[in-house]
């Protein structure tokens, strides 16, 4: 993978396609390796950029506490360095969150935003508790328990279970900690939505039993233009459940 150094640490992406920017962002506890069915469906209309956030895959990990807008801050300091100013930007689940705090910290550098499997809400206090009882549980024990819940949760297709389970397994303790700590305090960006007059597409499964797809219904409430799409039988991972639909509506970006 090709690195940058950005916020004093090192950030990991490969870079696929001609055309209009689009930035894709994974989602926890994985890394960019899981849009790599959707990069051959996209990569004749857009400059694919697909960072691994840090912590992640190949970026380098941090053991000092960071947010949702660090993650947003590292994407700002990439795009910089490629030359890029704007960009199309999804993201998948807290990878959504990531592409959310972009679109607060820079506006004007957005074209267009796509939630996959992702909300704009933060989280209740028993889920936030959660999330600290989890990275305990990581410093403590490593990661086994946390991937075993995550597998079965993402999806109830076995093939697709592996691969996120594979994927989950090759990620470094301390970026399940920082990443579950920088979710646990994220704040509600649903204010945003009110100011987002780029395109936005929403992508839910209805069968999500990580973030029910009410949510996905709720930012398309809030943004008339918005465009929804809700996948029947899909779980959490609509970019490897239903590639062909999730790549129709992402291209809605370019
Ligand atoms: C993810 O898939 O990124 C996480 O499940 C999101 C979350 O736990 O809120």
Redesign the pocket.
């Known amino acids: 993978m090709k690195k940058v150094n950005v916020n004093g640490i090192e950030l990991a992406y490969t870079r696929h396609g001609k055309g209009n920017p689009l930035v894709l962002l994974h989602?926890?506890?994985?890394d960019h390796q899981i849009w790599d069915e959707i990069v051959p469906l996209l990569e004749n209309r857009f400059d694919l950029i697909l960072p691994d956030l840090r912590g992640f895959g190949d970026s380098t990990t941090v053991d000092t506490p960071y947010t949702m807008d660090d993650f947003a801050s590292d994407i700002a300091g990439l795009l910089d360095q490629l030359g890029i100013q704007k960009t199309a930007i999804a993201g998948?689940?807290?990878?959504?969150?990531v592409a959310l705090a972009f679109a607060r910290l820079s506006p004007d550098r957005v074209t267009g935003l796509g939630l996959v499997?992702?909300?704009t809400l933060a989280?209740p206090p028993d889920?936030k508790e959660g999330?600290y009882k989890s990275a305990a549980e990581v410093a403590e024990k490593g990661i086994n328990g946390v991937v075993d819940t995550?597998t079965s949760?993402?999806t109830s297709d076995p093939i697709l279970q592996k691969f996120a389970r594979g994927n989950m397994e090759k990620q470094q303790p301390s970026a399940y900690i920082g990443a579950l700590k920088a979710?646990a305090e994220r704040q509600d960006t649903t204010p945003l939505l009110a100011s987002m007059n780029y395109p936005v597409v929403v992508i839910h499964g209805d069968a999500d039993v990580?973030?029910p797809v009410e949510r996905g219904r709720e930012v398309k409430s809030a943004v008339p233009h918005a465009h929804l799409v809700e996948l029947k039988g899909v779980g959490?991972l609509p970019m490897l459940e239903a590639k062909e639909e999730t790549a129709r509506a992402l291209s809605m970006l370019g």
């Open positions: 989602g926890f506890p994985l998948h689940s807290m990878g959504g969150y499997a992702s909300q989280d889920r999330r995550m949760k993402f979710m990580l973030i959490h």
